[in-house]
């Protein structure tokens, strides 16, 4: 390997076993750190021991085959001295990291700590694979969260109620283009004629109606879903000004098929599946910890 492949590796090595150290720190703070030493020759499956400590030989293949995969050529006997080194180091600076009590006063050191064992206590419970029938069960069950929300298109005369006259006055033009609406005008002719400008208008298109509520508000909301489709509101006050609605089209709330949908059934059901181990997991802990808390608290 010339001196630019050999480079990269060791540029490799350096970024997987960084990646690795909050690893290392989390075993350190559940006290897996305090082995006793032991003597004598190291078993097969271990490849370095470190003030008790092993260094597990799937661990150093596991890294060997990240560097051979990054630089698609054979690891030579020099590199795969210099990674082990590494995790021999590494080891070290772990453990010392314990010793001067950085798990417990420094605030990156935690949250490295608490961050990686979550990953690991959800990533070993989203490892199971559902089986299809698992999968149409909990599909049946949560119906609600795959449901498509309906849409609905409206669009609206806006009139504010900062000018002159104020609200009475932005009242007075909204019912006015309701008459004038209900005459038979266009809508364009009387929002032209009387309206006022959006700071936001309204997109000409269906919306699920929460987005809906982004552009009217909340109150305006609810009396547009109240609207069968081609109704025009009553003036409607928001928080922003006078509101004449009308709803234009409604597309209705759709259950989709298990098949359409199947993908994300999955994805779903397995991220459950790590939240449900993770809460069992902190219970467990808690259950088998001695823990005081202040009685104005609870």
């Known amino acids: 390997m010339g001196?630019?492949?050999?480079?990269?590796?060791?540029?490799?090595?350096?970024?997987?076993?960084?990646?690795?150290?909050?690893?290392?720190?989390?075993?350190?703070?559940?006290g897996l750190l305090d082995a006793?030493?032991?003597?004598?020759?190291?078993?097969?499956?271990?490849?370095?021991?470190?003030?008790?400590?092993?260094?597990?030989?799937?661990?150093?293949?596991?890294?060997?085959?990240?560097?051979?995969?990054?630089?698609?050529?054979?690891?030579?006997p020099e590199a795969r001295v210099h990674v082990l080194d590494r995790m021999i180091?590494?080891?070290?600076?772990?453990?010392?990291?314990?010793?001067?009590g950085l798990v417990s006063v420094d605030r990156r050191v935690r949250a490295n700590l608490t961050s990686s064992l979550i990953a690991s206590v959800v990533a070993e419970a989203e490892q199971r694979q559902a089986s299809e029938a698992e999968l149409r069960r909990f599909y049946a069950e949560n119906g609600d969260f795959f449901t498509n929300p309906g849409r609905l298109r409206a669009r609206q005369i806006f009139f504010r109620v900062g000018g002159e006259g104020g609200e009475a006055a932005a009242r007075v033009k909204a019912e006015a283009a309701r008459d004038r609406l209900a005459a038979g005008e266009t809508w364009g002719e009387v929002k032209t004629a009387l309206g006022d400008d959006e700071v936001s208008p309204l997109p000409d298109t269906l919306l699920p109606a929460t987005k809906l509520r982004e552009y009217v508000g909340p109150t305006a909301l609810r009396s547009t879903l109240e609207l069968a489709v081609g109704e025009v509101s009553e003036p409607i006050r928001s928080g922003t000004g006078v509101h004449v609605i009308q709803l234009v089209d409604r597309e209705p709330a759709r259950v989709p098929p298990f098949e359409e949908v199947a993908e994300q059934v999955g994805s779903d059901?397995?991220?459950?599946?790590?939240?449900?181990?993770?809460?069992?997991?902190?219970?467990?802990?808690r259950d088998s910890a001695q823990v005081a808390v202040s009685a104005d608290l609870y």
């Open 3 to 30: 001196q630019t492949g050999q480079s990269r590796s060791e540029g490799r090595a350096t970024l997987l076993l960084g990646i690795g150290a909050s690893a290392g720190l989390a075993l350190a703070a559940l």
């Open 269 to 285: 059901w397995r991220r459950r599946k790590g939240d449900a181990a993770l809460r069992d997991y902190l219970d467990g802990l």
């Open 89 to 100: 180091e590494e080891e070290l600076l772990v453990q010392r990291a314990v010793d001067l």
């Open 36 to 76: 006793p030493e032991r003597d004598g020759e190291l078993p097969p499956e271990v490849v370095a021991r470190v003030n008790g400590v092993e260094i597990r030989r799937n661990d150093y293949e596991r890294l060997l085959a990240g560097l051979e995969s990054d630089t698609r050529s054979p690891i030579s």
